[in-house]
């Protein structure tokens, strides 16, 4: 070997040397400032699949590994957190909520506990005694195939309001389903919304009335505005500051529940403009702590005439993005508001609602695809979702130079089995709520049948086995926000009753990981910064009280959220 090539091999190794201990130096004269240690993560990072810490500098992760690894990282001012050994996973994504119905949801009374109408009556007098005269009083969470008897007077299993108006004479009463789908409202209600035997249904909606005309108090699906419209006149006399302040504390207990339930992304499934700017005055504030995905709820013209402006990517450290249209299509399948191809079971002369023209379905298709929006639009029943599959593909072969356009159903909780195929074959992604399958199942048969509600109610199983993205949420307020009992659903369908409703369709826990996780960060376009614990993604971690990947499956909905950690500070704690 010659002098010279002996000095150069001399000069390498001392070179590889000192990058070695230059990348050393650099974590230690560049701590972390957040280190979670001594945990079981489950990384959804095909490079590093497990690990047992995790190293975020600011609101990026900087290390994943071994305990030993990841300890470098930690400085004299680094936050170290002992995770005692608990289960930590990507930050949890509710892929479908109404984030200011969370917020708004503890100011009106909680009804989802009622037994029967009897008990909300009650509940609704209480109300009115402690509230100012004149003043709306509202609720939410009934539904009538949850009361454990049939109120009388009724039509369809809906009550009359004569009972309700009683109770509350001089205070209009509006009470919304579970599903949002429908409302009851009292006499006061409907005379200051000018609502009377011969007012007739708008496109979409139905009033109830009896057998003489007479509106019984029930409103479905876009008749609930009427009502609504008309007594927003008792709110009409705050002012703009008012509304200001009590939005944003809409907005603070909206962000608190969320972060409490380990969630540290969502997707606000509907809200016009001026709410997106509310939430950008908040997030410039650094005053809001979850991550939000907002779809956007106003006209296409608006839309088109505003998409430049209205377009936004990774506002306020990425706690903002806006890129989504909302429709819907059809209304509830509780409320026989879901659109299907065939009668209800119990309902011979219904097959639901079509709440949006198929001519605009297709003009806001035009417009978002032109403009660079994705599209997402609630259809629950079976020809909601054919038809809404029609739209998106006429609209992708019409445009076959747009692609990963990654549109998307909401709920698709009832699909004809041809259809099913589509949304793998499109790239429509499913965004689904397996905890409306439990909470549904039991009456889901009587609306459906047996043999439709077999072959296509809740098909998470054969939407994943035929090569759908599906990704998890919770539809809150219509249920809690919160996602593990949404985890436990869609690994067991197990209802309350204990009875499995078609457990052909469960998914594994991996499965039912992903949805909550990397699937949802999918179906946002957010794939590359959040959904799996990987180097350079945004630093946003759940960790549970309870490993819910392997323990007995009994013991899931025991589990609590321990830390909520986004972009790198843990902004929950369990006590």
Wanted: glycine share 10%; charged share 25%.
């Amino acid at each position: 070997m010659s002098k010279k090539l002996i000095i150069w091999l001399i000069v390498g190794a001392v070179i590889a040397g000192l990058v070695g201990l230059g990348s050393f130096g650099a974590s230690q004269t560049e701590p972390a400032t957040l280190v979670l240690t001594n945990g079981k993560f489950i990384t959804l990072d095909p490079d590093v699949p497990t690990a047992e810490a995790l190293a975020a500098r600011g609101d990026r992760i900087v290390a994943v590994g071994a305990v030993e690894d990841v300890s470098r990282y930690v400085g004299p001012e680094t936050e170290v957190v002992d995770l005692q050994g608990r289960l930590a996973t990507p930050g949890w994504i509710d892929s479908h909520l109404h984030f200011m119905g969370v917020g708004e949801s503890k100011f009106s009374l909680d009804l989802t506990t009622a037994k029967n109408w009897d008990e909300i009556v009650v509940r609704v007098a209480e109300a009115v005694k402690n509230a100012v005269p004149g003043t709306l009083v509202t609720g939410r969470g009934w539904h009538q195939e949850k009361w454990n008897r049939v109120p009388e007077p009724n039509v369809g299993g809906m009550p009359v309001h004569d009972v309700l108006s009683r109770v509350s004479p001089g205070n209009p009463v509006i009470l919304t389903h579970a599903s949002g789908h429908s409302c009851l409202a009292n006499a006061r209600a409907m005379e200051l919304s000018r609502i009377t035997a011969q007012t007739p249904n708008p496109p979409g909606g139905e009033i109830i009335k009896d057998s003489q005309g007479r509106p019984t108090g029930a409103f479905l699906e876009t008749a609930q505005r009427l009502v609504a419209w008309g007594t927003a006149r008792s709110r009409a006399t705050r002012t703009a500051e008012e509304q200001e302040a009590e939005n944003r504390k809409i907005v603070e207990i909206a962000d608190k529940e969320c972060l409490s339930k380990g969630l540290t992304s969502v997707t606000d499934a509907g809200v016009d403009w001026t709410t997106v700017e509310l939430y950008k005055r908040i997030i410039d504030e650094g005053r809001l702590g979850v991550r939000l995905n907002v779809m956007l709820d106003e006209s296409t013209r608006r839309i088109a005439a505003n998409a430049a402006a209205w377009k936004i990517v990774g506002y306020g450290s990425d706690h903002l993005r806006v890129h989504t249209i909302k429709r819907v299509i059809d209304g509830a399948l509780g409320s026989r508001g879901a659109w299907l191809l065939e009668p209800y079971e119990d309902l011979p002369l219904s097959t639901g609602l079509n709440t949006e023209t198929i001519a605009n379905m297709k003009e806001t298709a035009r417009v978002a695809i032109e403009n660079g929006f994705q599209v997402a639009t609630h259809a629950i029943g079976d020809r909601a979702n054919r038809e809404t599959l029609d739209v998106y593909e006429e609209a992708f072969r019409a445009h076959p130079d747009k692609t990963d356009l990654r549109w998307r159903i909401e709920h698709a909780q009832h699909l004809h089995p041809a259809d099913i195929p589509r949304f793998g074959k499109l790239g429509v992604i499913a965004s689904m709520q397996a905890v409306h399958c439990t909470s549904d199942g039991p009456w889901v048969p009587k609306r459906l049948g047996p043999k439709r509600a077999g072959e296509g109610a809740y098909a998470w199983r054969s939407l994943i086995d035929a090569g759908a993205t599906v990704s998890n949420g919770t539809d809150s307020p219509v249920e809690a926000v919160d996602a593990i009992p949404g985890f436990y659903a869609a690994v067991t369908r197990k209802m309350k009753n204990g009875e499995v409703f078609f457990p052909v369709q469960k998914m594994t826990r991996e499965e039912a990981l992903r949805s909550y996780t990397i699937n949802g960060a999918y179906a946002a376009f957010e794939e590359k910064i959040k959904g799996s614990l990987s180097v350079g993604k945004l630093a946003d971690v759940t960790v549970f009280t309870r490993d819910i990947m392997t323990c007995p499956e009994g013991d899931i909905p025991s589990a609590e959220i321990a830390w909520t950690i986004v972009g790198g500070k843990v902004l929950y704690k369990k006590k």
